[in-house]
């Protein structure tokens, strides 16, 4: 077995209508003003009705935080945190709230250029109070030490990653998520899944730890995600995929991702395309790329899940890859990029294209080195 280390640091809590108790959470940390980092489309459908009748007749609201938002504004809403003296935060929403809530977060605690934290391990200290509640599942960033939004000068995404950017606690509310549409049910779902596949195959940094959670959290994705997506108002589907892609997120933060998402990282930063859905179209493609290397892995998960323990590894491995495939099918997500707007990219646009994957951070932990060439092959099968 590897030497590793497994930690989460963030006290996770489960719960129907969990969320009203934001601010008592808040207290327990030893704060009592919190900025409340959400967007536009949660405020306006009154997810946060419940949070912000306890935070008293003035809440300090910032709701405009876009889809893979981006430094501009994470300095807007830390701007707003200053000029209110709030001691900590609060982010309501997807992944796109919860990642500029900790860039916002380091803004607050340590001044300075945000910028200046960008990178792996460069933030060494506690941050103000954090608490994060999820109303997709996928991302995992409740309780994640990963932070990603986006510089617009250059149309890449800046990476900041630190233990000490996990929140303090992730409030898992699943009446939360009665409102997330199918499309994005289905995606986010997905993002859980490549969460949980890219953990288990990166060999260098998981461990029994990561495997279990990943395990899980992939069996919990397949038999309820179909249902969440088609049935929204079903709390046990919609709880048993929250729960999912937080174990998931425990799982990847340990030990890293791999090539399906720095596929989807540079093909996001350049096409705007969600990231859920656009790891779920690399998913099967880049799951053979690995094939080579990861079929045991593969294997063990496909038996975990059920599938006949008469198959060898690379029958098992195939007949997973079709699992995912059919789950595509099962949740209506499409199968290739052109079905994402993503243009046909060739010469120095698919070159650059390319280089901006294998500079991924989440490339280093995947099992199977890649080289331009495979990266423009994989680009290409899943076009
Ligand atoms: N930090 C991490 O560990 C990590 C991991 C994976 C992805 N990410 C990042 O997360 C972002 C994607 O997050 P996401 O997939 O959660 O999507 P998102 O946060 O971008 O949200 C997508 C859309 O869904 C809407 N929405 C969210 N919850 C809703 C609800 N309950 N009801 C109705 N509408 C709702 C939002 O308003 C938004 O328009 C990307 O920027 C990605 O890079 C971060
Ligand atoms: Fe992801």
Known sequence: ??????????????????????????????????????????????IL?????TLGAEPVVFSDVPADS?????????????????????AVGGGSVMDTAKAVNICLSMGGD????????????????????PTTSGTGSEVSFVAMVKDNRDLRKLVFGSRFLAPDAALLDPTLLVSLPPRLT??????ALTHSIESMVATITNSPFTDALSIEASRLIFQYLP???????????????????????AAFTNAGVGIIHALAHATGARFKTHHGITNAVYL??????????SSAIYARLARALGFSSS??????????????????????????????????????QLNEWANLVLEDPAIIFNPREASLEDVIGIYERAY
Do not use: W
């Not at 009705?49 to 009748?53: E, T, W």
């Not at 289905?186 to 993002?191: C, I, K, M, N, S």
């Not at 099967?284 to 790329?289: A, L, N, P, T, V």
């Open 1 to 46: 077995m590897n030497n590793f280390v497994f930690q989460v640091p963030t006290k996770v809590c489960y719960g129907e209508y969990l969320s009203s108790t934001a601010l008592e959470v808040v207290k327990e940390l030893g704060a009592n003003k919190p900025l409340v980092l959400t967007d536009k489309v949660l405020l306006e459908a009154g």
């Open 227 to 249: 249902t969440a997506t088609k049935n929204g108002d079903d709390m046990e589907a919609r709880g048993a995929t929250l729960v999912a892609s937080t174990m998931a997120g």
């Open 70 to 90: 981006d430094v501009d504004c994470v300095n807007s809403a830390a701007e707003l945190g200053r000029s209110k003296g709030c001691d900590s935060v609060i």
């Open 311 to 348: 198959l060898d590894d690379n029958e098992c491995s195939e007949a997973l890859i079709e699992r995912v495939e059919k789950l595509l099918d099962d949740v209506g997500l499409p199968h290739d990029l052109r079905a994402l707007g993503v243009p046909k990219m060739i010469g120095d």
């Open 284 to 293: 099967s493609h880049g799951m053979r790329f690995n094939l080579e290397y």
């Open 49 to 53: 009705k419940d949070i912000l009748a």
């Open 186 to 191: 289905a995606a986010t779902g997905l993002d």
């Open 114 to 133: 945000i910028m200046d934290y960008q990178g792996l391990n460069v933030l060494q200290e506690r941050l103000k109070p954090f608490v994060a509640i």
